[in-house]
Structures are given as structure tokens and as C-alpha cells.
């Protein structure tokens, strides 16, 4: 018995296949990274954070040069009117300015969740709990009330220049944002039918809150803590530009700005512009992480 040729259209047919399961395969790479492109920024804010003092040309601490020299092969941003080069003491700051943020991020998402999720939950209630739940919640409106910045100059003021004081100081008075927020969701959850059901088949208040009630309340929390993280540098800084943030010589956004503001009113633009882009790209690259939260929440 003899077998027939394969035919040209089989043939064809096979050579397609396999030409197109790459492509295809190429082309949904090539969309899952257009995809995750807006984490990029914030990706390269991290590295710096973690390798920036060590890029770092020269100490960012020491006396290195003439004050107030112009950008040149020796100093690449220059340096400011303490001697000090521009460019290692804007990459050391990376890691200061960003490790404050994530410090304050942490603490107001999780004290604010902790917080919104009882005056939510109890608030409405009578007994000692209802007291503490609707106590808490009138806390937060109170401190949300008062400024960041004033309530940030009063703690600093009161407890000292470092930055462990500076992160709980703008992690208390940012805390209120988190916390209404989760006070909101939580009160539109507790009323919706999976929570009655879950009520009506036996489960325990407890487990009714961990399971059911902050899980699907603290989803819009979550992707405003990229929006905090971008606050907590800016606020940050601006202490150290009020002359109450991290002190010099320590590399930080914010008294760099202080010290670079005087050469830059007589025309010597480089001790504060580099801050200035350091300090705007990262608050960018947080606003780029909390518009992908946001799109991918509505997807």
C-alpha cells in the first residue's frame, strides 16, 4: 500500500500554526508589558532608594569642592553654598525621602484601617464599644481638620528633628485620610446582602468583620496609598524647607531646597533644581501607580 503525499493546503496549513503561536504568544507579552509600564517609574524610584547612595560620585556629607561651583566634569550638578556636591547629596536622598514615606504610607493605611474599620462597624452602636467606635470617629475628623503641614511643624517641634519623629508625626496627621475613607466603605458594606447572609447562617461578628467587611471595604484604601506615599514626600520636604525637617548635613530633599533657594534668587539655579526634579519625578511616578490601581479596579 502506498501512503499519499501530504497536500499542499495540509502543509500550508501546519507551516500557519506555527508561525502564528509565537506571534500570538509575542504579542500578549508585548501587551502585558504596555500594561505594567506605569510601575516603571515608580520601580526606578525604589532602585534609587535601595542604590543611591551608593551611585553617589562623592560623600554627600563632606565638604568637596568651592561653594556654589557650576555643573562641570568634577561636580556634575555642581555643588551648593556649604561646598557639598549636588549630585551625591540628591541620590542619597533618595533612600531618606523614600523610606519616610513608606514609614508614613504604612502607618496611616494600617491605623487608618484599623480605625475607620471599628467607628464604621460599632459607631452606631450603644455600650462602651459604640462610645469608643464613635469617639475614634470624631478623632479623625478632628485631626483632618487641622493642616498637615501645621500639625507636622507642632509634633517636630515638640519631639525633635530626626526622621523617625518626622514619619510618625505626618503618619498621625495623614492617618485621617485613610481613616474616613474606610469608615465610608465599611458603612456602605456592612449594609449589603452577603454580609446579612453571612449574619443570618450563624457567623460570629468577628468573623463576619475579618471575612466578609474589611476585605471588601479596604480595596479603595489600598489604591490611595499611593497617593499618600506622594503626599508624605512632598510634606516632608516642605518641613525641611521650613527649616524643621532633617537637618543638614544629612542629604535630604527638603533642606537642600532650604540652602538652594538663596542661589537660586542670585542666578545659581543648580543646588535647587536637582532636588526639585528628584522630588517631582518620584511624586509622579506615585501618581502613575495610583492611576494603575484605579484602572485596574474598574477592570
Known sequence: MVMAPLTETATHSDTSTEVEQPTQTA??????????????????VLLLAVFGPLLAPQS??????????????????GTDSNGFDVASRTLTAFRLDVLIAIGVTV???????????????????GGVLG?????????????????????????VSFFGRNSVVIALALALVMMPFQGRLMRSEVLRTRS???????????????????????????????????????????????????GVGIPVPAAEWGNMLADGAADAAVGRWWPALFP????????????????????RRRT
Open 60 to 77: 554627600a556629607t563632606m565638604v568637596v569642592g568651592t561653594p556654589s561651583t557650576a555643573p562641570a566634569a568634577e561636580h556634575w550638578f
Open 276 to 295: 526639585v526634579l528628584a522630588l517631582a519625578f518620584s511624586v509622579w511616578a506615585a501618581a502613575k501607580v495610583t492611576s494603575f490601581v484605579s484602572r
Open 192 to 242: 449589603d446582602g452577603f454580609v446579612a447572609a453571612a449574619r443570618m447562617s450563624g457567623e460570629s461578628e468577628s468573623r463576619i468583620l475579618l471575612r466578609h467587611v474589611i476585605p471588601n471595604a479596604c480595596a479603595p484604601v489600598l489604591e490611595n496609598a499611593s497617593a499618600i506615599f506622594g503626599m508624605a514626600i512632598i510634606f516632608c520636604a516642605g518641613l525641611g524647607f521650613l
Open 131 to 155: 462610645a469608643a467606635a464613635a469617639t475614634l470617629g470624631r478623632t479623625i475628623d478632628l485631626v483632618q481638620a487641622m493642616p498637615v503641614m501645621i500639625g507636622g511643624l507642632v509634633i
Open 27 to 44: 504579542g500578549r507579552t508585548g501587551a502585558r508589558l504596555r500594561e505594567y509600564a506605569p510601575l516603571i517609574p515608580f520601580a526606578i
Open 107 to 125: 502607618l496611616a493605611t494600617g491605623v487608618g484601617i484599623a480605625i475607620g474599620t471599628l467607628a464604621g462597624m460599632y459607631g452606631a452602636r
